[in-house]
């Protein structure tokens, strides 16, 4: 599934080969661990965070990570950059030979009442991308799924794109419900606004990684932009999610 609009994104179905995909499933870390040891990024989301001892131990401990991580830091970054400039048009090659890119992931469990409101992702994050261990057929239940969205009157936009955009100036354009072993990925423009649904009397987690690809030095990426947080309790707000 590929879109350019609102801004470009993409979804890649058995994105892993099955080997790799059910044995990272295996050895998911547990929501045993991730509670005891893991970080806590929003309300429900519970995490081994990138760089994290946590995250290295479960790569080192298991033959399924080592050859995810060395996938994700070896050929993903290129994999990706040739994906969008062969399906968009869109060359990101001199940044890769210029500024430096790296690959990160956070490995995730959201349970019932896990949601994200409309945001735009860092800007030092050239892509991001969401990949699904399970789905919905598993954890049942309402939401999780990953939602597009586009500015409503793109003539008021005067001042900057908001992060955290006040709902009555978006809406949701796209609504993906991924499936397992699932890849959605999308170009970090200025625009390029997303967000999850809330999960709702879900039976267990539904678990993910989330990945991006970043400027090596985590300085912003993307030149002659207008973005701007223009409202402290929407941030605030979203952070308390």
Same mark, same amino acid.
Not at 32 to 48: C, I, P, Q, T
């Given at each position: 599934?590929? =879109? @350019?609009?609102?801004?470009?994104?993409?979804?890649?179905?058995?994105?892993?080969?099955? @080997? !790799? =995909? #059910?044995?990272?499933?295996?050895?998911?870390?547990? *929501?045993?661990?991730?509670?005891?040891? &893991? #970080?806590?990024?929003s309300k429900n989301r519970y995490n081994f965070m990138r760089g994290s001892c946590e995250q290295a131990h479960l790569i080192?401990?298991?033959? #399924?990570?080592?050859?995810?991580?060395?996938?994700?830091?070896?050929?993903?970054?290129?994999?990706?950059?040739?994906?969008?400039?062969?399906?968009? &048009?869109?060359?990101?090659?001199?940044?890769?030979? *210029?500024?430096?890119?790296?690959?990160?992931?956070?490995?995730?469990?959201?349970?019932?009442?896990?949601?994200?409101?409309? =945001?735009?992702?860092?800007?030092?994050?050239?892509?991001?991308? !969401?990949?699904?261990?399970?789905?919905?057929?598993?954890?049942?239940?309402?939401?999780?799924?990953f939602l597009v969205y586009d500015v409503e009157n793109k003539q008021n936009i005067n001042e900057a794109f908001d992060v955290?955009?006040? =709902?009555?100036?978006?809406?949701?354009?796209?609504?993906?419900?991924?499936?397992?072993?699932?890849?959605?990925?999308?170009? $970090?423009?200025?625009?390029?606004?997303?967000?999850?649904?809330?999960?709702?009397?879900?039976?267990?987690?539904?678990?993910?990684?989330?990945?991006?690809?970043?400027?090596?030095?985590?300085?912003?990426?993307?030149?002659?932009? $207008?973005?701007?947080?223009?409202? @402290?309790?929407?941030?605030?707000?979203?952070? $308390?999610?």
């Amino acid at each position: 599934m590929i =879109h @350019e609009e609102p801004y470009p994104f993409f979804v890649i179905d058995n994105f892993l080969k099955k @080997e !790799l =995909h #059910a044995n990272l499933k295996r050895s998911f870390p547990s *929501n045993k661990d991730l509670l005891k040891v &893991g #970080a806590v990024s929003s309300k429900n989301r519970y995490n081994f965070m990138r760089g994290s001892c946590e995250q290295a131990h479960l790569i080192n401990s298991s033959s #399924a990570w080592k050859l995810f991580d060395d996938y994700i830091k070896v050929n993903f970054i290129k994999d990706m950059l040739d994906f969008v400039q062969e399906n968009f &048009g869109l060359n990101y090659s001199s940044m890769l030979e *210029n500024k430096g890119l790296v690959c990160h992931y956070d490995i995730s469990r959201a349970s019932s009442g896990y949601s994200r409101s409309c =945001h735009i992702d860092r800007r030092h994050h050239l892509m991001s991308f !969401l990949y699904y261990v399970n789905d919905q057929k598993e954890y049942k239940g309402e939401g999780g799924d990953f939602l597009v969205y586009d500015v409503e009157n793109k003539q008021n936009i005067n001042e900057a794109f908001d992060v955290f955009p006040d =709902h009555s100036t978006i809406r949701a354009v796209k609504t993906i419900r991924p499936e397992e072993n699932c890849l959605i990925g999308f170009v $970090n423009f200025q625009n390029s606004y997303h967000g999850v649904s809330k999960m709702k009397n879900n039976v267990s987690d539904r678990m993910f990684l989330y990945i991006s690809i970043d400027s090596i030095d985590k300085k912003p990426i993307w030149e002659n932009e $207008n973005i701007k947080v223009l409202s @402290e309790q929407r941030r605030q707000d979203f952070l $308390n999610e």
